[in-house]
Structures are given as structure tokens and as C-alpha cells.
């Protein structure tokens, strides 16, 4: 039997038109695309396509506003520097506790090391930030303010339109990770004051090692890698043909089934949530119950080790991962949840299940079939259950009872 993939927001299978439209990149069309000849030509055509094809699935206004990068963590690093050197006399970040390591890791560092102050702000039992303490954050030294659209593991929405006109009122600059976001939700930048937006290829059913910045027009912008003159200044280093060709194609295909993600996969993850909700208690949803992407689920399973579950289902041919993938390979608990303050008997057993378009009805009906004894047998092996059978120990304080 084939395994069921629902690891989805660590990483998605590359589609295979992807990579069938990457392949003659490797052979025949070689070029460099800054070449005045043939062979460089027809890469710099091709360079713009896949350029158009971002633009479009992003509603920027300009293809130029789009400069490639080696993914979701260089366009992360790429947009904070770039603030820091452009804004004048502002030496401070604003941003959650609830990021990506991409973005958590480079301010923490630059607040060491750097003269720079940070601030984190946190969320709400259901990941929601705390906008009142973000606008007051704000001021006349913030250089840029950074919040992602999606949180990859509760798959929470922030309202980055909003928080966007809040950072321009204080003059700073706002930058989102939507590496989550983008190819799951409709996005119209046009539309928005985002200055800056991160997104990554493998995320989307494109090549790994490949990503985007999107830089607004008019955005100052000072590079993080110094080089040649490629894309415009902002990204030295020729260009990486085949993968950008195939985010171009990836991009493309997320726009054709976006509609899908909101109906058919949303459908499947209710399945899914349903399924467990109705053979298995004392489980929880973690996250916005209303404002989520379609496609994720972090379910705390009470009074469990969530790497007992992950091993146990990885056995049956189901691929899951912790409630925070980052996390995992520690015995730290996910730094979200904690921001969450998710109780103890509920965090370690958190479980993600990130789903995309591969995935099938069977697939989830797989899981309903031997998650339920799974969860029991663990249970049955769990000294806090046991003691809570005993009435020895309390039920935690509710969360969101997974109620649908
Ligand atoms: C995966 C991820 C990243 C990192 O992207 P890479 O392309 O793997 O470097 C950054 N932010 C979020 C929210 C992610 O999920």
C-alpha cells in the first residue's frame, strides 16, 4: 500500500509537470541567461514567463517586483536586513513569538549582536495576535515590522492587510512570511500596503531550494547577497534556471487550483477533524478555529508523548509530524504552543496533520481507521491517563473542544 503524505507543510510533493517543465533547463536550454546570444535569450524568456507567472498568482502590480531567492529562509533574512540598512535612524524590529525559526532566529541574532531591540508579540490561547500590543510597539524606531500570513503549524491567519496600514501609520516597513499562505489562500498584493512578502517553491509543489521576495515598487532595498547585476541589483549570483522555471510552473498551477484548496482539500481536513473528533476523546484543535488555513490540523491528543503517535503511525504508512516539525528531533515543546499556552498534558501530544490536492478521501479514511486504536493502546500504556482514570488527576482547563 502507498503511504498517506500528510507532512504537507514541511514540504509537498514537487508536481510532476513541475519537474517535466525543468527538465529541458538541465540540457538543451543551458544558457546563461545574461548572454547575448540565442542560447542566453531563450533562458532570459524563460526567466520572465516564470516571473509572470508568480505575479499572477500574488496580484503584484510589476513582475520586477519579484526577485528569486534560495527560498522561504533567504527571502526571510534578505527582507529584515534590508530594513535595517535602508530605514535611517530606526534600529528596531516588531515581530511574534510565534514565527518561523527563519524569521525568529535572524532577529534574536541581530538583537545579540547588533544594537538592535526586537519585540515579540504574543498570541491568544488560539494563536491570534494581540494587535493592541503590536500597534503599541510601534514607533518612530521601528525599521520593519514582520508577521507571518500563516503560522505553519497551527495553520492560524493572521490579518497582515490590517497589521500592514498599522506599520505604515508608524512609518515602518511590513514584511510577511507567506510561505504558508501563498498557494493556499487567495492573495492579492495590489491590493494591500505589504511592503515585502516571503514564499518558498517546495512548499508550494515546486523544487526546493528555490523561493521569492517580493519587493513593492518604490521599496528601498539593499541586498543580502552582493554580486552581478541579476535581478535587478537586489540578488547577485546567476540565476538558477530549472528551479525558478519550475516555481514558475508550480505557481502556476497553484493559481488553477486554488479553488480546490478552499472545497476539496478543506472538505478532506473536516473529514479528518470529524473522524477523530467522533472516535477518540479528550483530543483538542489547536489554532484559530475560524481563521486557519485550509488545509492544516493540530490536534492535541491528551495525555500523550506525540512522538509515540508519529512512530506508531509512521508504522501503519501515515506520515505526520509533531505539532511544531521544528521541534522535532528535541524534547523542547514547540515554542508556539507554549506562546499559546497550551497545557502541559495537552502540548506534548500535539500532532499535525497538513494535507494538500495529492491527498484522497482514502487516504484520510485510512487514518480514521487506525489512529483510534493507536490513541487507545498508547493510552492504555500512559501513566498520567492512568491516574486520571483513578481520579487521581484533573482534567486540564478546556481549549476548543474539537467541536465542528
Ligand atoms: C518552510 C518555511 C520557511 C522556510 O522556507 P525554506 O524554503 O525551507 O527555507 C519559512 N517560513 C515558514 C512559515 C515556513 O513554513
Given at each position: ?200 517553491g517546495h512548499k508550494l509543489h515546486g523544487p526546493k531550494g528555490i523561493g521569492a521576495l517580493y519587493v513593492r515598487k518604490g521599496t528601498k532595498f539593499s541586498p543580502l547577497i552582493w554580486g552581478g547585476p541579476q535581478e535587478r541589483k537586489r540578488r547577485g549570483g546567476t540565476e538558477n534556471v530549472p528551479s525558478i522555471v519550475g ?91 507554549r506562546a499559546m499556552n497550551v497545557p502541559m498534558s495537552a502540548l506534548r501530544g500535539a500532532i499535525r496533520f497538513s494535507l494538500s490536492r495529492d491527498n484522497t478521501e482514502d487516504e484520510v479514511d485510512r487514518v480514521l481507521q487506525v489512529l483510534p486504536d493507536i490513541i487507545v493502546k498508547l493510552r492504555e500504556l500512559s501513566p ?21
Amino acid at each position: 500500500m502507498q503511504p498517506v503524505y500528510l507532512d504537507n507543510n514541511a514540504t509537498t510533493r514537487t508536481d510532476p509537470a513541475v519537474v517535466q517543465v525543468m527538465l529541458p533547463y538541465f540540457s538543451e536550454q543551458f544558457g546563461n541567461a545574461s548572454s547575448a546570444h540565442t542560447f542566453g535569450s531563450e533562458v532570459a524568456g524563460a526567466l520572465r514567463e516564470a516571473r509572470k507567472r508568480l505575479q499572477a498568482l500574488l496580484g503584484a502590480a510589476f513582475d520586477y517586483e519579484l526577485v528569486f531567492t534560495s527560498g522561504g529562509t533567504e527571502s526571510d533574512n534578505a527582507a529584515i536586513l534590508s530594513a535595517l540598512a535602508t530605514q535611517d535612524g530606526r534600529n528596531e524590529i516588531v515581530t511574534t513569538a510565534v514565527e518561523h525559526p527563519a524569521i525568529l532566529n535572524v532577529v534574536e541574532h541581530l538583537d545579540k549582536s547588533a544594537g538592535i531591540t526586537t519585540h515579540f508579540i504574543g498570541v491568544d490561547e488560539c494563536g491570534r495576535l494581540d494587535v493592541a500590543a503590536y500597534e503599541r510597539a510601534l514607533g518612530p524606531r521601528t525599521a520593519i515590522a514582520s508577521v507571518m500570513w500563516a503560522n505553519n503549524e497551527t495553520g492560524t491567519l493572521f490579518p497582515v492587510e490590517q497589521l500592514a496600514e498599522i506599520a505604515h501609520r508608524a512609518g515602518a516597513l511590513f514584511h510577511t512570511d507567506a510561505v504558508q499562505a501563498v498557494g493556499k489562500i487567495p492573495i492579492d498584493l495590489k491590493a494591500t500596503k505589504i511592503d515585502m512578502l516571503s514564499l518558498s517553491g517546495h512548499k508550494l509543489h515546486g523544487p526546493k531550494g528555490i523561493g521569492a521576495l517580493y519587493v513593492r515598487k518604490g521599496t528601498k532595498f539593499s541586498p543580502l547577497i552582493w554580486g552581478g547585476p541579476q535581478e535587478r541589483k537586489r540578488r547577485g549570483g546567476t540565476e538558477n534556471v530549472p528551479s525558478i522555471v519550475g516555481l514558475g510552473k508550480a505557481a502556476e498551477l497553484a493559481s488553477a487550483h486554488l479553488a480546490e484548496e478552499r472545497t476539496r482539500v478543506l472538505a478532506l481536513r473536516e473529514r479528518l477533524e470529524r473522524g477523530i473528533c467522533a472516535q477518540i476523546g479528550h483530543c483538542l484543535t489547536i489554532g484559530d478555529g475560524k481563521n486557519r488555513l485550509p488545509n492544516t490540523s493540530n490536534i492535541a491528543f491528551q495525555y500523550l508523548e506525540g512522538e509515540a503517535i508519529i512512530d506508531r503511525l509512521n508504522r501503519q504508512g501515515v506520515a505526520a509530524s509533531l505539532g511544531s516539525a521544528c521541534a522535532s528531533g528535541s524534547m523542547e515543546p514547540s515554542h508556539v504552543l507554549r506562546a499559546m499556552n497550551v497545557p502541559m498534558s495537552a502540548l506534548r501530544g500535539a500532532i499535525r496533520f497538513s494535507l494538500s490536492r495529492d491527498n484522497t478521501e482514502d487516504e484520510v479514511d485510512r487514518v480514521l481507521q487506525v489512529l483510534p486504536d493507536i490513541i487507545v493502546k498508547l493510552r492504555e500504556l500512559s501513566p498520567s491517563w492512568q491516574k486520571r482514570a483513578n481520579g487521581a488527576l484533573a482534567d486540564p482547563p478546556r481549549l476548543t473542544e474539537l467541536t465542528l
